[in-house]
């Protein structure tokens, strides 16, 4: 089955920090998504994006956020200026028109 | 806008016994169905999903899911479980306005004893 990759698996970065994430969708998707998920607590939708532009973004997903796909395979997640609620898991995702997202394995992000 | 309320946060049972983790869910349009699974310190695994058609979809491992609009529900079940059942199994919704967000619910922590 055709995968989402993700790296780094985790990344430690200190408060104040820049970030990036970044992850690789299958190849012929054409939508991309990232997802967080503070420790316990439910996956929330940050931020969607199709034809080179972001689609929808959630009220979590402020100035500090930004996405970019900057080739033609890598979809990044930058955070400009890490706060220590920003630490969770990122899980980007991506599909095709069926609906079905395939998820990556996840980056865990420790903000100190 | 959806919402998805998973009723149960753990559910203990013991191996070989059925299984019913439970979802409702409430949106103003049609939507898609999905539950995912997730094993210790791994990502997000599709179970199985519902888009159209028959109500009882199948998924891996042996779940399934039953697609009930009237109750706007969607649960997960499991005739004789496994200790490698043990996940936390979270529900979603999207519309089905193409490839759109998934909203989750709180997720159910499944714990087999043997």
């Known amino acids: 089955e055709p995968e ?3 790296t780094p698996s985790h990344q430690v970065t200190q408060m104040g920090q820049e970030v990036i994430l970044r992850c690789v969708p299958i190849s012929n998707h054409l939508y991309f998504y990232w ?3 503070i420790l316990g607590q439910k996956v929330e ?3 969607s994006f199709y034809n080179n532009e972001i689609s929808e973004k959630s009220e979590i997903f402020d100035d500090q956020f930004s996405v970019e796909r900057p080739d ?3 979809f990044t997640l930058k955070i400009r ?6 630490s969770a898991m ?3 995702a991506s599909s095709d028109r069926s609906g079905r997202q395939y998820f990556g394995p996840g980056t865990r992000l420790t903000v100190t | 806008a959806q919402s998805v309320t998973q009723l149960d946060s753990q559910v ?3 191996e070989e016994a059925p299984v019913e983790l439970r979802c409702n869910y409430s949106s103003s349009v049609s939507v898609y169905l999905f539950w995912y699974v997730q094993y210790p310190n791994q990502g997000l695994q599709l179970l199985l999903k519902y888009l159209s058609g028959s109500t009882l979809v199948k998924g891996i491992n042996g779940f399934e899911a039953e697609f009930n609009k009237s109750q706007t529900s969607f649960h997960l079940r499991k005739p004789s479980v496994h200790i490698s059942d043990t996940a936390e199994y979270f529900c979603a919704v999207s519309d089905n306005q193409g490839a759109q967000k998934l909203v989750f619910g709180q997720g159910t922590r499944l714990t087999i004893n043997p």
């Open chain 1, 90 to 92: 990122y899980f980007c």
């Open chain 2, 12 to 14: 203990p049972v013991f």
């Open chain 1, 81 to 86: 200026s890490t706060k220590l609620e920003d």
């Open chain 1, 72 to 74: 033609g395979s890598n």
């Open chain 1, 4 to 6: 989402v990759t993700q």
């Open chain 1, 45 to 47: 939708f940050l931020v």
């Open chain 1, 35 to 37: 997802y967080r998920q």
